[in-house]
């Protein structure tokens, strides 16, 4: 092998994200592969471009299996680290491979086919149309006619769509909306850490116990319904695959319903173009994954033995991350307007949801949920604006979901 390893200054990682275009693009400009370091001074490589990292996420000598990280076994990562829950969630299809992966990943597939996702249009109409009868209501009782349009829309229609598809009861909602806003942040003190991770697993747990008591049709039961019938799925595996189809099924729609509006708004001339029916919805879902990829970094890849990557090499036994805001505006995939936002691009090639093996099992229902919410809130508030300038609107302290702490907006 002739490539070596860089010698390039790490680029640590913002854990308060002030700055992730800026931050993109200074990953994007380290090549293909740059050195890193996460919050918690723990050193991993990031992949930055399209093309190498379409290849690495197919290439079988990156797994998913922690034990092969060097400083995992050397015992240089805390059990209370931050991001350990995103390292080390659990078994499930995130965190395994071969055999086992494809078994678990068949589960949720059965359960996300389009046809069945196409079935729940008429409950996501149903939920969207009652979440903007209540925006009328807040923004009555509002001085200015302001509501945060992301707290009162953007997040509770996911949740409720992945509450109906996993069978978890809406009076669970807030709760959990506390335990995975620690669960993401960079932020939660390590006292805090191994607490909410047991406290989230005793919820899915309550939920499995309860589809176990119950039945109903719902993915949760489906999957209590396979382990029984010789698939061999084991109360750990169901309880993570019950938490991480939650937390995938609503962070990565809330980003994406808010960073379309976000990026309408500020580009009048793109939403008129949509609003008169010139483009389509869908190239303004697209462009938004691209453009303002709900994903930031996803979290956590192994090497089994030295992979060369644009003439550099990541060792054996290293980490690796997966840079999707750098790697949405490449310029050698998207041109030299990559840096723009275009609903007219063609064609939008992007990898925001993932590639191979483990692309999201989900991205059909989070394009449906986006593709039945924003038409209906720009028909019903035409002139919808940002009540504050977008220079003001803040990231939360999340290495994972390009994640706004609010979105303030004027619907008239």
């Not at 990031?46 to 379409?54: G, L, N, P, S």
């Given at each position: 092998m002739t490539a070596e390893p860089t010698v390039a200054e790490p680029i640590p990682l913002d854990p308060f994200v002030t700055d992730l275009d800026g931050e993109s693009a200074r990953l994007r400009a380290a090549g293909p592969l740059a050195r890193v370091v996460l919050p918690g001074d723990v050193p991993v490589w990031?992949?930055?471009?399209?093309?190498?990292?379409?290849e690495l996420l197919t290439d079988k000598r990156l797994v998913k299996d922690i034990n092969v990280w060097g400083a995992w076994r050397r015992?240089?990562?805390?059990?209370?680290?931050?991001l350990i829950g995103l390292a080390n969630p659990g078994r499930s299809m995130l965190t395994v491979d071969g055999e086992d992966h494809r078994r678990l990943r068949a589960l949720v597939a059965q359960a996300l086919t389009p046809r069945r996702v196409e079935r729940m249009r008429e409950r996501i109409t149903e939920l969207?149309?009652?979440?903007?009868?209540?925006?009328?209501r807040i923004a009555a009782g509002d001085p200015g006619g302001t509501v945060d349009l992301k707290a009162a829309f953007a997040y509770p229609l996911p949740m409720y769509v992945i509450s109906d598809l996993m069978g978890i009861d809406p009076a669970d909602h807030p709760r959990l909306k506390v335990l995975f806003e620690k669960f993401f942040s960079t932020q939660t003190p390590p006292e805090e850490v191994l607490a909410t991770l047991g406290e989230l697993a005793g919820m899915m747990a309550k939920v499995v116990a309860a589809r176990r008591a119950e039945p109903g049709d719902d993915l949760t039961s489906a999957l209590i319904a396979a382990s029984e019938d010789g698939d061999h799925l084991d109360d750990e595996e169901i309880v993570s695959t019950l938490q991480l189809m939650v937390a995938a099924g609503h962070e990565t729609t809330i980003s994406l319903i808010v960073n379309a509006v976000v990026n309408l708004s500020t580009h009048p001339e793109q939403r008129e173009l949509v609003r008169s029916g010139q483009v389509g919805w869908d190239a303004v879902i697209e462009e938004t994954l691209r453009f303002s990829t709900p994903t930031s970094h996803v979290l956590i890849r192994f090497a089994t033995e030295d992979v060369?990557?644009?003439?550099?090499?990541?060792?054996?036994?290293?980490?690796?991350?997966v840079s999707y805001g750098a790697i949405g505006r490449d310029e050698r995939q998207h041109g030299p307007t990559a840096g723009v936002f275009d609903v007219t691009r063609s064609p939008i090639r992007h990898i925001s949801f993932g590639h191979g093996p483990h692309v999201c099992p989900g991205a059909a229902l989070s394009r449906l949920e986006a593709g039945v919410a924003l038409p209906a809130l720009y028909e019903r508030f035409p002139g919808l604006t940002l009540a504050v300038p977008a220079s003001d609107l803040r990231n939360k302290p999340v290495l994972t979901q390009n994640d706004l702490f609010e979105l303030p907006v004027r619907l008239a």
């Open positions: 990031a992949v930055t471009h399209h093309a190498e990292a379409r015992g240089e990562i805390p059990p209370d680290w931050p969207t149309n009652g979440l903007l009868d209540e925006l009328d060369e990557v644009g003439g550099r090499v990541l060792p054996a036994g290293e980490a690796l991350i």
